[in-house]
Structures are given as structure tokens and as C-alpha cells.
């Protein structure tokens, strides 16, 4: 069955970086466009980025450009999300999907 696991998050200082994970399985990992969302405490979940199979074509929320880079390799069936100069509003649980499947989220918080 289709298997998503995110990993990664953590707690990290105001302009810190993280590195999160996303493993995929049970499904051909290489032909799918694949997504990360996030939802913020009591905010609805809200798109992240998103990259095409073959990483060709990427797309990232206005809030998150030039500071997120979205990045796959099909090799090890893994999608990341590279995250620099974190804010406090970038305090959320990060999802990673590929069409109606998600994975169960890890916990990022950006607070001093």
C-alpha cells in the first residue's frame, strides 16, 4: 500500500534551517508530481511547493519563495524540502502527498 513518511522537523531559532523528508513507497514514485502543505495551528492546511516527476517543474507558495527549495530523488524514492530563514509563521505541521494519499506530518517549530 501506499506509504508516505515524513521526517525531519524539529525545533529551530528564528533564521535556522531545516531539512525535511518525505519517503515514499508502494506506489512508482519516479512518474508522479509529489507536494508538501502545511497547516499552522488553527489554520487551514495550505500548500507549500510542489514538484513535478522529474523535477522539471516546480511551484512554491509567495510565501515561501527564495527562502524553501523543493528537491526529489527518484533514486531513493524521496522528496525534500530544504527551508532557510525560518520565521515564526513558518511554525506548522508539514505534510508531504501524492494524490489522495498524505503522510502523517512532522512538526516544525521556528520559535527562540
Known amino acids: 500500500q501506499v506509504q508516505l513518511v515524513e521526517s525531519g522537523g524539529g525545533l529551530v531559532q528564528p533564521g535556522g534551517s531545516l531539512r525535511l523528508s518525505c519517503a515514499a513507497s508502494?506506489?512508482?514514485?519516479?512518474?508522479?508530481?509529489m507536494s508538501w502543505y502545511r497547516q499552522a495551528p488553527e489554520k487551514e492546511r495550505e500548500l507549500v511547493a510542489v514538484?513535478?516527476?522529474?523535477?522539471?517543474?516546480?511551484n512554491y507558495a509567495d510565501s515561501v519563495k527564495g527562502r524553501f527549495t523543493i528537491s526529489r530523488d527518484n533514486s531513493k524514492n524521496t522528496m525534500y524540502l530544504q527551508m532557510n530563514s525560518l520565521k515564526p509563521e513558518d511554525t506548522a505541521v508539514y505534510y508531504c502527498?501524492?494524490?489522495?494519499?498524505w503522510g502523517k506530518g512532522t512538526l516544525v517549530t521556528v520559535s527562540s
Open positions: 502527498r501524492w494524490a489522495k494519499y
Open positions: 508502494g506506489f512508482t514514485f519516479s512518474m508522479h508530481g
Open positions: 514538484i513535478s516527476n522529474t523535477g522539471g517543474n516546480i
